[in-house]
C-alpha cells in the first residue's frame, strides 16, 4: 500500500461493511485507514510464554498448550459451555458464556490446541473465560506475545480492531517518499511514517508509550506541520479586504449598551471597540476573543453581532454541543428583547418541518442570527448574506469546518471564542499573527471561589454542609473522572476510579431519590438536555448533579454554588480550572473541593496548590505547561488546545516552532 491508499475509506478494509465502518470511524474519529493508524495503543501486557500453571499468579495474561479432556454442555441457559483440558503443570478450564459451533470444532477431544488468555484461579481451579484466540498447537507461534491494549468502545472489540490495524500495516510500502524533509528525519534521528507507525502498533516496552518516543515525535511533528499548513491555507484563502458601506445607524448600539442590566468590565469594553472597529471597516476580521472562565464572552458576542446586523448582514454562531448552542439561544433572546431582531437555532434535534422553515428565513434574510451546531455546515444551508461567523469553544471544530462556514457568505469576518487561556508563550505559535482580544477580568458582582484540597477519606464530613447549602436553595455539582470501571480505562488501573453510576446510587441513599441526578457522555443527547434543563431550573427538585466532564464547557446554572471533585490529582490543572469555573457564577460565596485518592504525592499536592493559590487561568496554563513538558506523563487532558491525536503541546511545544516555520516554506 503507497502513502496515498491511506486516504481511502475503511469500507476497503476486507469484512468491513457499512455498519462496522460507522463503528469504526465512532470510536477513531475519522473514516480513513489512516485513522485507524492514528488510533495508538494506551498500553501493552507482557504475556507469560508456556508458564507452570501453580505458580503463576491469578490474572496472568499467558499462553498456554493444553490437550482438550472433554466438553461439558450447559444444562441451564445461566451455565457456561465448559471445556476441560490437560496440561504437563495442571489441569485449565476454559468457560464460555456464548460459543458458536465454528469455536467448538476448533478444539475436539484429544487435541492439542494454543489459547492465549487471562488466567483466573477461582476455588481452586484454573480457568480462561472467554479465550482470545485458540489454535493448533502446532501454530503456537502464532499468537501475539506482546497483548497491545487500544482504548475502545462497546461496539467494537480489542480482537477485531488489532486484526485490521496489523492489516494495514501489513500492506504499508517501507520505500515510500516520505513527505517531510529528509534533513530534518536525520538530524532527529526520526524514523520515517511507515516505521514509525509500525513501530507504535508493536510496543517492545515502557519507552514506546513515553512522550519522547521518537516514532511519537515523528508523528506529532507531521500532525502540527499539517495543521500548520490548514491555518495558513484558511488564512490565505480568506483575503484581508472586504467590500464595507458605512452604517447609518451608530446610535442603536449606545442604546443597547446603556439598557443592559450590569456594567461592562474595562477588558469588555476594548474588547467590543477592537472588534467593532474592524467590523466597520474594509479589513476582514480574523480574531480570537480568549477569555477566562466566567469573563463575559457572550456578551462581546452579542454586540458584535448587532455591529454586523446593522450592515444588513446576517450572523451565524457555531457551538461544539446541542446543549450550548440552545444555552447561547436563551442568552441572545435575553438580551436581544427589545430590538426586533429574529434568532432562531438548527441543531441536530431540529425536525424535518422546523428545518425547511428555518433554511428559509435563512435564504430571504428574515433571520438575522443563526445559531447552531455542527449541522450548519450541511450543503443546503443556505445564508442570504453572512456577515458574522462567531465559533464558539473554536478549538473543538477543525480549520477545514471554519472554511466551511465562512464559504456560506462573501466577506465574512470571523470571531474565534474560547473559554480556556491558552499559555502566551504558545499563543503565537499556534496562531500565527492572528489579533487577539483578551478579557482578563471578572464581572464585578462576582466573590473569588474558595478552593479547597482534601482526601477523600473526609468525604462524609462534606455531607451535612451540602445539606446546608441546599436548604439555602443552593445547588451542587459532584464530578467523578469515569463512568464504570473498564478495563480499557486510560487512566491508571492501579487508581480506583470513583465510579459515576455507584456515586449516583449512593448520593440518592443519602439524600434522596428527587434530589440528585446523573449525568454521563455515554447517554443520548435529548436525555442529556433533559437532566441539564432540570438542575438549571431554580424551582426544580435537582439540586446535585453527579456528571462525568461532560459539563465542563460553558453550562450556565447561577445557583451551583458548590463543585466537588474526585479523584482531582488524575485531571490536568487547566481542565480543573474550566470544571470550577461552573460554579461562582452569582453574587453568592462559592466553593470547588478536591477531593484526591490514596496515590496522593508530593507531584499530585504541587499541582493542587497552584489551583488552590490561583484564579488566574492564564497563570495555571503556564504552570500546568511548565510541570507538564517536564515529563508528567501523557493522558492527564489539557483543555483549550486543539484536539490533536498525536501531538500533546505540553511536549511538544519545540515541534510547533519547526512546524510553523517549515509551513510556511
Given amino acids: 500500500m503507497s502513502h496515498k491508499n491511506l486516504l481511502l475509506p475503511l469500507s476497503f478494509l476486507p469484512r468491513v461493511g457499512p455498519t462496522i465502518a460507522k463503528f469504526l470511524q465512532n470510536l477513531i474519529g475519522g473514516n480513513r485507514i489512516f485513522d485507524l493508524l492514528l488510533h495508538l495503543p494506551n498500553r501493552a501486557e507482557k504475556v507469560l510464554i508456556l508458564p507452570r500453571l501453580f505458580e503463576t499468579a491469578d490474572d496472568s495474561l499467558v499462553i498456554i498448550r493444553a490437550k482438550v479432556e472433554s ?51 477461582i476455588n481452586g481451579e484454573n480457568q480462561i473465560v472467554h479465550p482470545q484466540e485458540i489454535v493448533p498447537a502446532e501454530q503456537i507461534e502464532t499468537l501475539s506475545q506482546n497483548n497491545v491494549i487500544y482504548p475502545l468502545s462497546s461496539t467494537v472489540s480489542q480482537k477485531f480492531l488489532t486484526k485490521k490495524i496489523q492489516e494495514s500495516l501489513s500492506k504499508l510500502n517501507e520505500d515510500d517518499v516520505d513527505w517531510i524533509d529528509s534533513k530534518l528525519l536525520q538530524q532527529k534521528n526520526w524514523p520515517n511514517l511507515t516505521r514509525a507507525l509500525k513501530n507504535l502498533h508493536n510496543p517492545q516496552g515502557e519507552d514506546d508509550f513515553s512522550p519522547h518516543n521518537l516514532n511519537r515525535k515523528r508523528l506529532a511533528y507531521d500532525e502540527l506541520l499539517a495543521w500548520q499548513i490548514a491555518v495558513l491555507m484558511a488564512k490565505n484563502k480568506g483575503q484581508n479586504h472586504k467590500k464595507f458601506e458605512a452604517s447609518a445607524d451608530k446610535n442603536s448600539i449606545k442604546e443597547f449598551l446603556k439598557s443592559l442590566p450590569f456594567d461592562l468590565t474595562q477588558s469588555q469594553l476594548r474588547a467590543i471597540s477592537e472588534i467593532s472597529s474592524e467590523i466597520n471597516s474594509d479589513k476582514k476580521m480574523l480574531r480570537l476573543l480568549q477569555g477566562d472562565v466566567g469573563s463575559g464572552k457572550t456578551v ?42 429574529i434568532t432562531e437555532i438548527l441543531t441536530s434535534d431540529t425536525t424535518k418541518k422546523q428545518r425547511e422553515k428555518i433554511l428559509n428565513n435563512l435564504s430571504t434574510g428574515k433571520t438575522h442570527i443563526l445559531i447552531s451546531t455542527h449541522a450548519v455546515l450541511e450543503d443546503d444551508v443556505k445564508f442570504k448574506n453572512l456577515g458574522l461567523a462567531i465559533i464558539d469553544e473554536q478549538h473543538r471544530f477543525g480549520v477545514m469546518q471554519r472554511l466551511k462556514l465562512v ?76 463512568i464504570e470501571k473498564s478495563e480499557d480505562s486510560e487512566m491508571s488501573d492501579e487508581i480506583a476510579l470513583a465510579n459515576v453510576t455507584q456515586k449516583h446510587e449512593e448520593l440518592v441513599k443519602i439524600f434522596g431519590g428527587e434530589k440528585v441526578r446523573l449525568l454521563h457522555g455515554k447517554m443520548k443527547e435529548k436525555d442529556k438536555e433533559k437532566i441539564m434543563a432540570e438542575f438549571a431550573n431554580p424551582l426544580g427538585t435537582a439540586k446535585i448533579l453527579v456528571a462525568t466532564t461532560v459539563i465542563e464547557v460553558g453550562i450556565d446554572v447561577p445557583d451551583a454554588t458548590v463543585i466537588l471533585i474526585e479523584n482531582s490529582e488524575n485531571f490536568g490543572l487547566s481542565q480543573l480550572h474550566q470544571l470550577r ?66 501531538a500533546d503541546l505540553s511536549f511538544d511545544s519545540d515541534l510547533l516552532k519547526i512546524a510553523h516555520r517549515n509551513a510556511q516554506l
Fill in 581 to 646: 469555573g461552573r460554579v461562582g457564577r452569582s453574587e453568592k460565596k462559592s466553593f470547588c473541593i478536591l477531593l484526591y485518592g490514596e496515590k496522593f504525592g508530593l507531584k499530585q499536592r504541587t499541582r493542587l496548590d497552584i489551583l488552590r493559590n490561583s484564579n488566574d487561568g492564564f497563570f495555571i496554563a503556564e504552570e500546568d505547561l511548565k510541570l507538564r513538558g517536564s515529563g508528567e506523563l501523557l493522558g492527564t487532558k489539557q483543555s483549550g488546545f486543539p484536539e490533536f491525536r498525536i
Fill in 407 to 482: 464559504e456560506k457568505g462573501q466577506d465574512v469576518d470571523t470571531l474565534l471564542m474560547s473559554a480556556t487561556p491558552i499559555p502566551r508563550s504558545l499563543m503565537m505559535g499556534l496562531y500565527g499573527d492572528m489579533d487577539i482580544s483578551i478579557l482578563a477580568e471578572k464581572p464585578k458582582n462576582r466573590q473569588p471561589i474558595e478552593t479547597l484540597v482534601m482526601s477523600a477519606k473526609k468525604i462524609s464530613q462534606l455531607y451535612q454542609a451540602i445539606e446546608r447549602a441546599i436548604k439555602n436553595g443552593e445547588k451542587i455539582y459532584w464530578i467523578c473522572p469515569a
Fill in 71 to 121: 466438553h461439558q454442555k450447559p444444562k441451564t441457559s445461566k451455565q457456561p459451555y465448559k471445556v476441560t483440558c490437560y496440561t504437563p503443570t495442571g489441569f485449565i478450564s476454559l468457560i464460555f458464556f456464548k460459543i458458536f459451533p465454528s469455536q467448538i470444532s476448533k478444539m475436539p477431544i484429544g487435541s492439542e490446541i494454543a489459547i492465549l488468555g487471562t488466567l483466573k484461579k
Fill in 300 to 341: 462581546v458576542a452579542i454586540i458584535s453581532s448587532l455591529h454586523t446586523i446593522l450592515q444588513n448582514k446576517q450572523v451565524c454562531v457555531i457551538a461544539p454541543t446541542t446543549v450550548l448552542a440552545k444555552q447561547h439561544l436563551q442568552y441572545f433572546q435575553r438580551l436581544l428583547r427589545e430590538e426586533k431582531i
